[in-house]
């Protein structure tokens, strides 16, 4: 058995946790959200530089993971390289499914919902270039769908109409008229499927990354010699986070059965 650390800003990793325990029920998992420092979207390319590797680092020593999932598109697309760089383990980061819905896309019409930096980032317009030249792409970033999916994951019931005016402009015009495919660019957003679902003005094709990482994560370990698995059950690290009762209960429906909070 491996043990793999799954990192996110905050909740958004569970959706790739998900893919990952069905493909793999017996990885060991630990979690780190990093609640002090969400949301990653607004912050810039020379905050998250100089934030993550060091984290990551620190992480990798107290945690002695086998391999870290950076279960985060805006992090991935920013500071992959560095964060390779601190560790002494594999890392698989998540980047936007671009490939898979230009091939999907009948209309060759798409958009990539994401945090407000992910769409702005150069790796993105590179996979766009790489992988979807021929199709009309419509970039949209949204800071707003992060908090819903972090207040449905605390327990609270989302508002349709909150989710409807978050993706409205992927509707909009020309483009969203013949819009067909989706790329959820941002690990929070399959959390909130059924809301997306419900609040879109028709039917489109949603793609997210969870399944393809969670088959590349396993594929790394296949070629590992693994280290011992922590003997403490499967823990939730929150960075500056508070470990309320719904959280910890949230957790639990996820695997994690104990629920720490870390202070940065
Ligand atoms: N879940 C993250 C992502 O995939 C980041 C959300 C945020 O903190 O803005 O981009």
């Known amino acids: 058995m491996a043990h793999a650390l799954v990192f996110d800003s905050g909740v958004g990793g569970l959706s790739v946790v998900e893919e990952l325990r069905k493909i793999a029920p017996?990885?060991?998992?630990?979690?780190?959200?990093?609640?002090?420092?969400?949301?990653?979207g607004d912050k810039t390319e020379a905050q998250l530089k100089s934030r993550l590797p060091g984290l990551l680092q620190t992480l990798c020593l107290m945690l002695k993971p086998d391999i870290i999932v950076m279960a985060?598109?805006?992090a991935s697309t920013t500071a992959l390289a560095e964060i390779r760089d601190a560790v002494?383990?594999?890392?698989?980061?998540?980047v936007p499914a671009?490939?898979?819905?230009?091939?999907?896309?009948?209309?060759?019409?798409?958009?990539v919902l994401g945090t407000?930096?992910?769409?702005?980032?150069?790796?993105?317009?590179?996979?766009i270039a790489d992988f979807a030249s021929g199709c009309d792409v419509r970039l949209h970033g949204s800071t707003e769908l992060v908090n819903l999916a972090e207040q449905k994951l605390s327990g609270t019931e989302i508002m349709i109409a909150s989710v409807q005016s978050e993706i409205a402009p992927l509707f909009a015009g020309k483009t969203g008229a013949s819009l067909d495919t989706i790329v959820l660019a941002c690990t929070h957003f399959p959390l909130l499927q059924n809301e997306l679902a419900a609040a879109?003005?028709?039917n489109v094709t949603w793609i997210d990354s969870g399944n393809a990482i969670a088959r590349r994560t396993l594929s790394i370990l296949q070629g590992l010699k693994h280290t011992k698995i922590p003997s403490h059950p499967a823990t939730a690290f929150l960075i500056g986070g508070q470990a309320n009762f719904e959280r910890e209960v949230m957790f639990k429906t996820f695997g994690f059965e104990k629920v720490v909070t870390l202070k940065a």
Request: charged share 25%; glycine share 4%; proline share 9%.
């Open 26 to 40: 017996d990885l060991y998992l630990s979690y780190v959200a990093d609640d002090e420092f969400r949301p990653y």
């Open 72 to 74: 985060c598109n805006t």
């Open 88 to 94: 002494s383990v594999p890392v698989v980061g998540v």
């Open 98 to 111: 671009i490939k898979p819905a230009a091939e999907q896309s009948q209309t060759k019409t798409i958009a």
């Open 116 to 127: 407000p930096g992910t769409v702005r980032r150069r790796y993105v317009d590179q996979l």
């Open 200 to 202: 879109s003005p028709k």
